[in-house]
């Protein structure tokens, strides 16, 4: 701004700036003092005549009515040029849309209410970098199939000019995009500790969250936090971020809960009742994460520990338990009673068993006995049979001792004149259909000779039956059998 000024002769000029808007009854502030301006006010005059000063980047807030005031060495000599010069500012300008949406065509117009000539060019700045492509031939800038790296600052300028419009915020919503969950924290999540979940996705506008895990919703929000975490808090998180232009789910994240053993339990293979010599085996098992490695076996009322590993082999009485172990703690189970009875209870068994088997034999052996006595008992009959044909005719084959007797005598044809079988006591019919009647002795009686031959008849006046006890008639089983042997003795 260009300014001269004179004042009276004999005056001394002390102190000369610009200033602006004056309050009367106050002293004006020199403009060179003023952060706003001290880097941007140049004083360009001196303190004789010249006034002029040059104000660099203006703008609009640079309108206002500025005054040039100098001051003499009288106390009388001060004074402020009026009227002042005013300032008017014009500015480029840039017209844009809010917002886009991605994939759309927008255009950007620079707009100054200066006259500008038709030659005038204009430069485009994104971010306050000047832009080297889609560049319209007037004062617009065209931006076709719009996408979100087209957001930002953009301003305009006048090419051989310095000055840059305001810049203008241009907004490029579109659906949500690089959606993903993050645990605060890093390690192993144990039971009982507190886990926060980020969801991250970027969109715009700003998209609304929601959490699942698994198919089930669980919250909503940018952040999900989980206090005192237990088991059941294990599982496959994801979020979902929506917002009007579309949706997208994150990956899943798996929270994987730490804790110690718990439902220890042992299981016993077969029964737990055993032979002294026998071992049954007992198996410890337990619900821990991660799963518990280390088992420990005791015997109550024992301090140390009688054995280790999931199986364990019992070999006496007493009631057992076991400890699981991870790093992060243990638990023991319920005890299980292991009875060992004492060997004999086995021979016992071991006697029992053989005798059932005599038995067995036993009965099998008297099946056949029955059955051989039955056989025997019908060959006895077929003798007994024989023998009656042979006393028939018992003067042919009895073999007469006296030398007397040399023929035979038709009148011996009657050999036994009396027969006389003797029973033993206790006799019952029942018993006389078995017995075996044998002679064990027969007695030839010569009568005195006799005029009448035909008492020579009564050969044999007595013969008498023996009957054998049951061991007798045992033994000569074999005997009877040889039927050739009939009489022992004949007198």
């Known amino acids: 701004m260009s300014c001269t000024y004179t004042y009276p002769t004999g005056y001394k000029i002390m102190k000369a700036f610009w200033t602006k808007n004056p309050v009367k009854g106050e002293e004006p502030p020199d403009l060179s003092e003023d952060p706003e301006y001290s880097q941007r006010l140049q004083y360009l005059g001196d303190t004789q005549q010249n006034c002029s000063i040059r104000l660099s980047h203006v703008t609009q807030k640079d309108e206002h009515m500025y005054y040039f005031r100098f001051i003499s060495d009288k106390s009388d000599g001060k004074w402020t040029g009026d009227p002042g010069v005013t300032l008017t500012v014009t500015d480029l300008q840039v017209e844009a ?174 029964s737990g009742e055993i032979v002294e010599g026998d071992s049954v085996t007992l198996s410890c098992s337990s619900d821990a994460n991660p799963p518990a490695l280390n088992f420990s076996w005791f015997k109550e009322n024992q301090s140390s520990a009688v054995g280790s590993g999931q199986s364990f082999s019992a070999l006496q009485s007493g009631r057992f338990y076991c400890e699981a172990h991870n790093q992060h703690g243990s638990q023991r189970s319920d005890a299980v009673t292991v009875t060992v009875h004492p060997g004999a209870d086995r021979n016992v068994i071991v006697i029992a068993a053989t005798s059932g088997g005599v038995f067995i034999i036993i009965i099998i052996i008297i099946i056949i006995l029955f059955a051989m006595m039955k056989r025997k008992s019908v060959k006895t009959e077929d003798l007994t049979m024989k023998q009656v044909n042979l006393y028939a005719d018992v003067s042919q084959r009895v073999s007469v001792h006296d030398e007397s007797l040399t023929k035979p005598d038709t009148v011996n044809d009657a050999a036994y004149a009396n027969v006389k079988p003797s029973r033993f006591r206790g006799e019952t019919p029942e018993s006389r259909d078995t017995e075996v009647i044998q002679y064990a002795t027969v007695q030839y009686h010569q009568k005195k000779e006799t005029n009448r031959p035909e008492d020579n008849e009564c050969q044999y006046d007595e013969i008498r039956v023996h009957q054998p006890d049951a061991a007798e008639r045992q033994s000569n089983v074999q005997t009877v059998e040889d039927a050739s042997v009939i009489y022992s003795t004949l007198k």
């Open 97 to 270: 849309p809010e917002r886009v949406t991605e994939g759309h065509n927008v255009s950007l117009t620079c707009k100054s209410s200066c006259t500008l000539t038709d030659r005038a060019t204009f430069i485009w700045y994104r971010n306050s970098q000047p832009l080297t492509e889609r560049r319209d031939g007037n004062n617009q800038l065209l931006l076709q199939s719009v996408r979100r790296e087209d957001a930002g600052r953009y301003s305009c300028a006048l090419h051989g000019h310095s000055y840059i419009s305001p810049a203008a915020q241009l907004s490029v919503t579109y659906a949500p995009k690089n959606v993903s969950v993050f645990i605060n924290g890093s390690g192993e999540i144990v039971e009982g500790d507190s886990v926060t979940l980020s969801c991250s996705s970027d969109s715009n506008p700003p998209a609304e969250i929601s959490w699942f895990k698994g198919g089930t919703f669980v919250g909503s929000g940018r952040i999900y936090s989980i206090s005192n975490i237990s088991s059941d808090h294990s599982g496959e998180y994801k979020c979902k971020s929506r917002n009007e232009h579309g949706e997208k789910y994150s990956d899943a994240v798996t929270l994987n809960v730490m804790y110690s053993p718990r439902n220890v339990s042992v299981s016993i293979t077969g």
